[in-house]
């Protein structure tokens, strides 16, 4: 399993990115497997923040825009994250977003905060997150 991490500036917000194989749920035929990203947003800023749901941007516009917002599958955004609280989100590589992009993009993830700060990753090459 891969292991991403992006540091933003002063703001001290962190962004994990892993990636890796895992069964999809429900009723499926045996052996079938998805890709996955999971995120992990750390707040180490000193104080408690305000996050709105993460975000995907693509270097291409897909269906008309570049940003890309997973459906919250739990809880409620804006979500607060206490000093060093962790917020975990999954995203399916193998939907129509990635589908969508050639394995040579690069995807960004961002995540922004109800004060109006945005906290960015590098671009990171979609073959890498599709890596095992």
Known sequence: MGLFDWFFGSS??????FHGINFLPGPIVSGITDIYIELHVTNNSGKQIRINNP?????????????????????????RLLNGQVHK??????NNLFAALNQNHKVRFTVTDTEGNTYKSKRYKVSDLMRN
């Open 12 to 17: 001290r917000v962190k962004i994990e990115a």
């Open 55 to 79: 975000c995907i941007q693509t270097p291409i516009s897909i269906g008309g825009t570049k940003t890309f917002v997973a459906p919250a599958f739990s809880g409620v955004y804006p979500l």
């Open 89 to 94: 989100r999954t995203y399916p590589i193998a």
